[in-house]
């Protein structure tokens, strides 16, 4: 009997190693960032996450931020466009030939067509207009910036770089009190101030309580 049971107990022992051993496999834990903030989760080896197991909020202490230059791409995209009406206005420019039955043929030079360019924003403009307030509009369930979020907010800093003396509040309206999604824009839009160089003293937050979960922000400019 004895020499019966042990093969069946190695089998089962084998078994077990190997489902732990495979489970050790296919899941990991890692720091990753989960709505603009590090936290240690549980991931599988195709970036699902099993779970969040605690926050690290020092995990990025030391590291220095940086982001593109988008004024610098911004303005190489304007002397593109610039130069393309330029050939644009010199194609359609040339000279119109008129055939007449009795006349010698008459070289006359075309319209020439420029196309007019759109003024653009001016940041006190729109500031004083719209009472000092603007608003960002974040996608569905996430905390990360949008080309549109990211415009609004360079005319925000262009304001406040202007205007020495003003701070600008961000207001999120939640159904939950501390909301992590909140906490997550609030840190996005605080880091990205921050890199493009106003201080932390000039931002300020309040979360509005609601029956809904607004994706909107409002930014208002206060003395």
């Known amino acids: 009997m004895l ?3 042990i093969p069946r107990f190695v089998v089962l022992v084998f078994s077990i190693m190997a489902c732990t051993v ?31 197991i605690s926050e690290e909020p020092n995990f990025l202490s ?6 593109q230059d988008y004024a610098h791409y911004q303005e190489l995209l304007a002397k593109s466009a610039v130069a393309h009406n330029q050939n644009l206005s010199q194609t359609r420019s040339g000279t119109e030939v008129v055939n007449t039955a009795n006349e010698k043929e008459v070289s006359q ?22 009472r000092l307030t603007k608003s960002i509009l974040f996608e569905n369930d996430k905390a990360t910036l949008t080309e549109g979020i990211i415009k609004v907010l360079d005319e925000v800093i262009a304001y406040l ?18 909301s992590r999604m909140s ?9 990205y101030l921050n890199i493009r160089g106003i201080d932390q003293d000039r931002l300020l937050f309040q979360s509005y309580f609601a029956d809904i979960d607004l994706n909107l922000v409002k930014l208002q400019i206060v003395d």
């Open 161 to 178: 770089k202007e205007n020495q003396g003003k701070k600008v509040i961000a207001m999120t309206l939640s159904r939950y009190e501390n």
């Open 22 to 52: 495979l489970s050790a496999q296919t899941t990991k834990q890692a720091v990753i960032l989960y709505n603009s903030s590090p936290v240690k989760a549980e991931i599988t080896s195709d970036g699902f996450v099993n779970k969040i």
């Open 183 to 191: 906490q997550g824009r609030q840190n996005s839009i605080r880091l």
């Open 109 to 130: 030079p075309a319209e020439t067509i420029v196309e007019k360019k759109a003024d653009a924003p001016n940041v006190s403009y729109i500031a004083e207009n719209d």
């Open 62 to 67: 030391g590291f220095v931020l940086t982001i």
């Open 3 to 5: 020499y019966t049971n």
